[in-house]
Nanobody, 119 residues
């Protein structure tokens, strides 16, 4: 059974940084595009960033551009989200997801990790 396990969340002050990790198991990791989503309390889940299978192509939602960086290590089967200059509005549960083909649907999801940014 495929597993995506996020880690690295926590409580940080405004302006601080966190690095999230998502480790994949039982997945042909280098064949999958990977993404991060987040869901704040009372809000719908939203796309944050995506990286293609090779790591050469990335995409971000406008609100995190120039602050967040997505990257991957296909040897370690891990995708990362470096989050800098964090704001209270970044507070959410962050999920990683995997998709074999680009599109709206993702094949696998992690369980999420909480990020809380205090003002």
């Amino acid at each position: 059974q495929v597993q995506l396990v996020e880690s690295g969340g926590g409580l940080v002050q405004t302006g601080g940084s966190l690095r999230l990790s998502c480790a994949a198991s039982r997945l042909s990791f280098s064949s999958y595009h990977m993404a991060w989503f987040r869901q704040a309390p009372g809000k719908e889940r939203e796309f944050v960033a995506r990286i293609n299978w090779s790591g050469r192509s990335t995409d971000y939602t406008d609100s995190v551009k120039d602050r967040f960086t997505i990257s991957r290590d296909n040897v370690k089967r891990t995708v990362y989200l470096q989050m800098n200059s964090l704001k209270p509005e970044d507070t959410a549960v962050y999920y990683c997801a995997a998709q074999r083909y680009f599109g709206d649907n993702y094949d696998y999801w992690g369980q999420g990790t909480q990020v809380t940014v205090s003002s």
